[in-house]
């Protein structure tokens, strides 16, 4: 149910302030350990988003390019990925 309420949660409220906002990509990093594997900004650092054409303004989500290196993952987290 957790899931479904963040990818649905911005489809039920299109108000002013954020009719267009929309949920593009979800990252998620599962450990083994209840006390984790590896510390966040470790983590956080391993996910790029990089303009793809540096010259002109960025206006929409494709003006953008996520790169997760997933094979730098520290041992015992996993990396689950929604879009």
């Known amino acids: 149910m957790l899931w479904q309420a963040i990818e649905n949660m911005f489809e039920h409220d299109h108000s002013a302030a954020r009719g267009k906002m929309a949920l593009r990509k979800l990252i998620v990093f599962k450990h083994d350990s209840k ?37 730098q993952l520290p041992d015992g987290v996993q990396l689950i990925e929604k879009v």
Do not use: C, M, S, W
């Open 35 to 71: 006390l984790g594997n590896a510390p966040a900004h470790k983590l956080f650092d391993l996910i790029k988003v990089e303009k793809t054409e540096q010259t002109k303004p960025t206006r929409k989500f494709g003006d953008y390019k996520i790169t997760i290196e997933q094979d």
